[in-house]
């Protein structure tokens, strides 16, 4: 069996050969636009050369950690002097414990040392008991806790029985925090009516002990005399 494709008229179309035309040439794109196409092209990388610049600049730029300052050595000087003074000193929970006046009070920051001059101390402990000191002169850190006393030293204070002592000497060392009194020089001890001379001593009220050193001479007085 056959099969006959039967396929629609195309209209005609009318060809012609002739010369080739030449396209028109391209016009010539002015040099600004040029500039700004390649412009636009680079941008982002301009961008991050300029971005990567500023960051280099920063850190070439910003300041480095602190340096530590060569230890200048402190002056031996005073950095303060008062005259005719009174210094207080209060426990946290604002309760006196400490008064010490003078003639001229001298601090030495180098090692934190005050030098007084006609000192006189005045320290109550926590139970109420007070310890008066005075002397010529005195030498002693900076918050006057311990204490050198030069020159017509004097510590007077009471035994736990609330007897009387009272030492003296051209020197004593005194600590009014913990209560205790030295002397490595000749000194004179006088506990209620009792009188002892001694070549030094180391008083502790907290152990309740006075350690005279020899030679020792006492004039010693009952204590139901006392």
């Given at each position: 069996m056959s099969v006959e494709l039967h396929l629609p008229d195309l209209p005609e179309v009318p060809i012609s050969v002739g010369p080739l035309r030449r396209l028109a040439p391209r016009a010539a794109v002015p040099w600004h636009l040029r500039w700004r196409e390649q412009l636009s092209a680079y941008l982002?990388?301009?961008?991050?050369?300029l971005l990567a610049l500023a960051t280099w600049w920063l850190?070439?730029?910003?300041?480095?950690?602190?340096?530590?300052?060569?230890?200048?050595p402190v002056s031996p000087?005073?950095?303060y002097t008062m005259s005719r003074f009174a210094v207080e000193r209060f426990d946290s929970g604002g309760r006196l414990k400490l008064?010490?006046?003078?003639?001229?009070?001298?601090?030495?920051?180098?090692?934190?040392?005050?030098?007084?001059?006609?000192?006189?101390?005045?320290?109550?402990?926590?139970d109420g008991r007070v310890t008066l000191a005075h002397a010529r002169r005195a030498i002693g850190n900076?918050?006057?806790?311990?204490?050198?006393?030069?020159?017509?030293?004097?510590?007077?204070?009471t035994d736990a029985a609330g007897t009387p002592l009272v030492m003296r000497g051209e020197f004593l060392q005194a600590w009014f925090v913990t209560e205790r009194v030295s002397s490595h020089l000749p000194v004179q001890v006088q506990l209620g009516s009792s009188q002892m001379r001694a070549a030094g001593l180391d008083y502790d009220h907290a152990t309740?002990?006075?350690?005279?050193?020899?030679?020792?001479?006492?004039?010693?007085?009952?204590?139901?005399?006392?």
């Open positions: 982002p990388l301009l961008l991050m050369a850190v070439k730029n910003s300041p480095g950690p602190p340096v530590e300052a060569d230890a200048r000087d005073p950095d008064r010490i006046e003078g003639e001229q009070l001298k601090h030495f920051p180098a090692d934190d040392r005050i030098e007084i001059e006609g000192a006189v101390i005045r320290a109550i402990a926590a900076g918050d006057g806790s311990e204490v050198q006393l030069l020159g017509g030293a004097e510590v007077a204070s309740q002990r006075l350690d005279l050193k020899g030679p020792l001479r006492a004039e010693l007085t009952p204590r139901a005399a006392w």
